[in-house]
């Protein structure tokens, strides 16, 4: 027999916590609750939840600042909701950064909650095997350019520093963990956020922009980053270890 999907409610209401709770359990689920960071934690030192439900406005740390903690440890592949007072696009920009998977505005249809759930739930569970992606301690070498994965940030021919965001950093890695081939919108959204694209949603095309600058890749004659028309996106640069590289030159 299958486990019930196990979900962990972050939020500061009590009453929301305790209903939408009961709802998720007399639909099959299982489910944690904290009220506060502190209680997030303690939850995950005793289990690993299939999903997170993260409200924005919490006690202490609050929701964007435990989403980014999420997303740079342990629980980087557990999918993370957050729940929010607005839902414009500047929530879905700065959610992109952190790092969540998907929006839902308070107060939410419990009805609709359990439909985004497992939407997100059969997304994650879908991806193809092989477009994941990897985490690594080596050095990535493309063009100009070197991708430091364990500072996550970019180095140039003259090893300056350049910073990448969270959001930007897994947009790269997925990038070179697939070079050579094209990627949808919906594939990259999976690959960096978990979550599909919705109707007239930018987030991955202004991700890709700001990538770009980053890298001083010019849109109209691309070197890195080529755009296919009603397609999605090829990285066409060629990628190796640096140990790799190396290796070669030494040879």
């Not at 696009?89 to 998977?101: K, W």
């Not at 497992?118 to 990897?134: F, I, N, Q, Y």
Request: charged share 30%; proline share 4%.
């Amino acid at each position: 027999m299958d486990k019930p999907d196990h979900v962990l409610i972050v939020d500061e209401d009590r009453g929301m916590r305790e209903f939408v709770a009961s709802y998720l359990e007399k639909n099959g689920m299982r489910v944690s609750l904290a009220s506060s960071g502190r209680d997030m934690h303690a939850v995950l030192e005793r289990h690993t939840p299939d999903v997170i439900l993260l409200d924005v406005m919490l006690p202490g740390e609050d929701g964007l600042a435990l989403c980014r903690w999420l997303r740079a440890g342990r629980y980087r592949a557990v999918p993370v909701m957050m729940l929010t007072e607005h839902c414009d696009e500047m929530d879905r920009i700065i959610g992109l950064e952190m790092g969540a998977d998907d929006y839902l505005a308070k107060p939410c249809a419990v009805r609709e909650l359990l439909a985004r759930i497992r939407a997100v739930l059969r997304r994650t569970r879908m991806l193809p095997p092989g477009m994941l992606v990897e985490e690594s301690t080596e050095m990535l070498s493309f063009g100009d350019w070197r991708l430091d994965t364990t500072a996550r940030h970019l180095l140039d021919t003259e090893d300056a520093v350049v910073a990448l965001s969270g959001a930007e950093y897994r947009l790269l890695r997925a990038f070179l963990d697939h070079p050579q081939r094209v990627l949808t919108r919906d594939q990259l959204l999976n690959l960096t956020q978990r979550r599909n694209a919705e109707p007239f949603d930018r987030s991955i095309d202004l991700l890709v922009s700001r990538l770009r600058q980053r890298l001083g890749d010019v849109a109209r004659v691309p070197r890195y980053i080529k755009t296919l028309r009603n397609e999605g996106y090829v990285f066409s640069s060629t990628v190796k270890a640096v140990e790799e590289a190396r290796a070669r030159q030494q040879a």
